[in-house]
RNA sequence: GGGCCGCUAGCUCAGGUGGUAGAGCAACAGCCUUUUAAGCUGUGGGUCACAGGUUCGAACCCUGUGCGGCUCACCA
C-alpha cells in the first residue's frame, strides 16, 4: 500500500478515471501579481502526483495555465511605478506594461520569473497561456456552451450567492474592442456565435463573433469547468480558498457535468504557507511578497522539494528563515542518511523517508550518498573566511567534481542565511590582524602570550580529531599557570579572537581558521 | 450562517488500515580534577481539549461540546 500521499493520489485517479493514455494533470494561477510561495504549493503538490503517476508507467501531461485574460484589478504593494499602472485598471494584465521594462507585459514579467525558478527546482509543466487562447478564439464552443445553458449556469451560481444574479446576466465578461476595458454591458445574443455589448467607459457599442473575437471571456467559476473539458483535465487540486462547500470547485463541479457533460477531476484542497523568521528582514525588493525566488535564497531546490513533499497538503505549515533553517538541513541530511541505509530506523520510518526522499530530488536520485557537508558547520567555516564559497569548499578534500555544485549551492545559502536572517548570536568576524589591540589585564595578556606558545609548538598530524583532542588539552593548561579560570580564559579568547564572549567550541574552531591566521591575528599581543 | 482544519511533553510538531505515545528544541545530568555550548552521551517530562458511544482494546472510528484558526457566501 502506498506510504506517501502523492501516491495515494495517484492511485486514486487511476482508480476513479480508469486506464488512460495520457492522463491530464493541471495547474494554474493568476499572474496578477507576483507570484508568491503559497501559490507553489499548488504546482509541487501536482508535480509530485505526476511522478507518482509516471512511476505507475502511465503517461502524463502536465499543464500549466497561465490565467493572464485576467482584469487588472489592482495595483499591488510591491510594484513600481504605481502610478502607470493605475492606468491599466480594468484591461487585460496582458495589455499592462512591465514597469520594470524587462518583459513585454505585466503578465508575462510575472510568468516568466517564476517559470525560469519552476525549472530550478525540477517543475517542467507545458504552460499554456489563458489570453493567446482566448484571443485566437480557442475557447468559442466553450463559451456557445455556456451561452445556452445561461439559466443552468445561473441557476447553480445563484444556490450560493446572497445576492442572485440578474435575469439578463450573461456567463460572459467582454474586454472593450476599443478601450480594452472590462466595463462594458452585454444586450443581447443570437443563440449562436454573435454577441452584442455596449462599453460603458468609451460609449462604443458593436456585435462580435465568438469565432473570431479576443473581447469574451468566461468568468472564472464558468472557465474553470469549461477548460477542464477542453482540456480534458483528469487531476487539479485547488487551495481551501476554492474548496469550501459553495466555492468555485464545488459549483465548477456542477456546471461541468451539468453544462459540459464532464465529470470534475479528482481532486484534494491544500492549506496555504506562512512564513517565519523574517521579521524586520523583509527585502524591500519584494515588499511583503514571499516568492520562490526568496525561499531559494535560503534553501537549495531539494530542500524546498522536501519541505512540500514532507507535508501532507491539507495541512498548514511554515517556511522558516530563523534558527529553524538548521534543523531542516539537518532534517534533510538525515532523511538522505535513512535513505542510503546509513543510519538505520524503524522498517516503517525508513519506507516513508526513502519515498520523500525520492521525490526531493529534482533529477535522479544520486547513485551514491553524496558527501554531507552540515549547514551548521558551513556557517562557521563560511564565517570564517569571509563568505568564501570556492575558498571553503576547494579546503575540503573529500569533494568530488561532480558533487561541487550542490555543494556550492548549500554554501551561497548558508552565507545567505548568516548574512540576512541568522540570530546575531549566531554571527561572528575574525579580527583583523591590522586592528587595534583590546585592552588586556595583566593575567589575559599572560594567557594569550601563552597560548601563542601552545600555537607555535602545536605539531598537526593527520588525524583531525585526533588533534582538535590533543590541542584542547594543551589549551587547558594554560588559564591555571596565567592565574585565569577557565570560564574567564574562553571569554578572553573568544573576545580576541572574534570580539564576542561565547564562540564555536575552541580547539577545533582555532584549528579549522588555521593555526597560522590564528597566531597573527594574537600577534598584537606580544 | 455554511464548510474545512487543528487541539498530543514547557515550545514546535510526528503519530497509513484501532494494540496501550514519539522526535527536535528547551530543561537537567555527565563528557580524561579547571571547559565557552553552536559538540557528544544520557535523564526526566504527557488524563493525547472535554463528555459520551462502538470495541477485548481508542490519540486514532462514531456522536456531541468547548476553544483556536482558516475559508465561502464580491472577484478570481
Known amino acids: ?12 485517479i487511476i482508480r476513479e478515471k480508469g486506464e488512460k493514455d495520457p492522463y491530464v494533470c ?5 499572474p496578477s501579481g507576483t507570484v508568491h510561495i503559497g501559490n507553489f504549493r499548488e504546482i509541487i503538490s501536482v508535480e509530485l502526483v505526476v511522478r507518482a503517476l509516471k512511476e505507475l508507467r502511465r503517461n502524463v501531461r502536465f499543464i500549466y ?12 504593494k510591491n510594484m513600481e511605478d504605481k502610478q502607470t499602472l493605475e492606468q491599466y485598471l480594468k484591461k487585460p494584465i496582458t495589455l499592462v506594461p512591465d514597469t520594470t521594462g524587462r518583459w513585454a507585459n505585466y503578465a508575462e514579467a510575472n510568468e516568466k520569473d517564476l517559470e525560469a525558478l519552476l525549472h530550478q527546482v525540477g517543475v517542467d509543466p507545458v504552460y499554456r497561456y489563458q489570453a493567446e487562447k482566448y484571443r485566437n478564439s480557442e475557447y468559442a464552443e466553450g463559451i456557445r456552451t455556456a451561452l445556452k445553458e445561461r439559466d443552468t449556469i445561473r441557476d447553480i451560481l445563484n444556490k450560493h450567492r446572497t445576492q442572485p444574479l440578474a435575469e439578463d446576466w450573461y456567463p460572459v465578461s467582454v474586454f472593450c474592442t476599443s478601450c480594452n476595458k472590462n466595463t462594458t454591458r452585454q444586450l443581447g445574443w443570437d443563440g449562436n456565435y454573435r454577441l452584442s455589448y455596449a462599453c460603458d467607459s468609451c460609449g462604443n457599442e458593436e456585435t462580435v ?33 476554492h474548496h469550501s462547500e459553495g466555492g468555485s470547485f464545488d459549483t ?15 481532486t484534494f484542497q491544500y492549506d496555504f504557507v506562512r512564513i517565519k523568521g523574517r521579521g524586520g528582514k523583509i527585502s524591500s525588493s519584494s515588499g511583503e511578497v514571499v516568492g520562490l525566488s526568496d525561499v531559494l535564497e535560503i534553501y537549495q531546490p531539494e530542500i524546498i522539494r522536501y519541505l512540500f513533499a514532507g507535508t501532507r497538503p491539507n495541512s498548514e505549515f511554515a517556511i522558516s528563515f530563523d534558527l529553524d533553517v538548521l534543523k531542516i538541513y539537518e532534517d534533510y541530511d538525515r532523511c538522505e542518511r535513512i535513505y542510503f541505509g546509513k543510519e538505520t530506523v524503524s522498517e516503517k520510518r525508513r519506507e516513508k523517508e526513502r519515498r520523500i526522499y525520492e521525490l526531493s530530488q529534482v533529477g535522479e536520485v544520486p547513485a551514491a550518498m553524496p558527501y554531507q557537508l552540515p549547514f551548521r558547520h558551513l556557517c ?17 578534500s573529500e569533494i568530488e567534481a561532480q558533487q561541487r555544485p550542490r555543494l556550492e549551492q548549500r554554501a551561497q545559502c548558508a552565507w545567505n542565511w548568516i548574512t540576512t536572517f541568522a ?14 589591540p583590546l585592552e588586556l589585564e595583566k593575567e589575559e595578556k599572560q594567557a594569550v602570550d601563552e597560548t601563542i606558545g601552545v600555537l607555535e609548538n602545536f605539531q598537526l598530524s593527520d588525524d583531525e580529531s585526533a588533534d582538535e583532542k590533543r590541542l584542547g588539552e594543551a589549551l587547558y593548561s594554560v588559564p591555571e599557570s596565567a592565574g585565569l579560570d577557565g570560564k574567564s580564559y574562553f571569554k578572553l579568547m573568544y573576545r580576541v579572537l572574534i570580539e564576542k564572549d561565547r ?20 600577534s598584537v599581543y606580544r
Open 26 to 30: 493541471a495547474s494554474g494561477i493568476t
Open 423 to 436: 540570530p546575531e548570536s549566531f554571527r561572528f568576524s575574525l579580527r583583523s590582524p591590522d586592528a587595534a
Open 380 to 396: 562557521n567555516l563560511l564565517q570564517i573566511h569571509d563568505g568564501d564559497v570556492n575558498g571553503v569548499l576547494e579546503r575540503i
Open 65 to 76: 495555465s497561465w490565467d493572464d485574460y485576467d482584469v487588472f484589478r489592482k495595483v499591488p
Open 503 to 522: 564562540g564555536p567550541r575552541l580547539a577545533g574552531f582555532l584549528l579549522t581558521t588555521g593555526l597560522e591566521r590564528v597566531l597573527r591575528i594574537l
Open 1 to 12: 500500500m502506498a506510504v506517501h500521499w502523492a501516491d495515494v493520489y495517484a492511485e486514486k
Open 209 to 241: 463573433d465568438l469565432r473570431n473575437t479576443a473581447a469574451v471571456k468566461l468568468p472564472w467559476r464558468v472557465d474553470w469547468p469549461m477548460r477542464w473539458e477542453y482540456e480534458g483535465v483528469d487531476f487539479e487540486p485547488a487551495g481551501k480558498d
Open 252 to 266: 465548477a463541479r456542477e456546471i461541468s457535468r451539468e453544462v459540459y457533460g464532464y465529470q470534475a477531476p479528482v
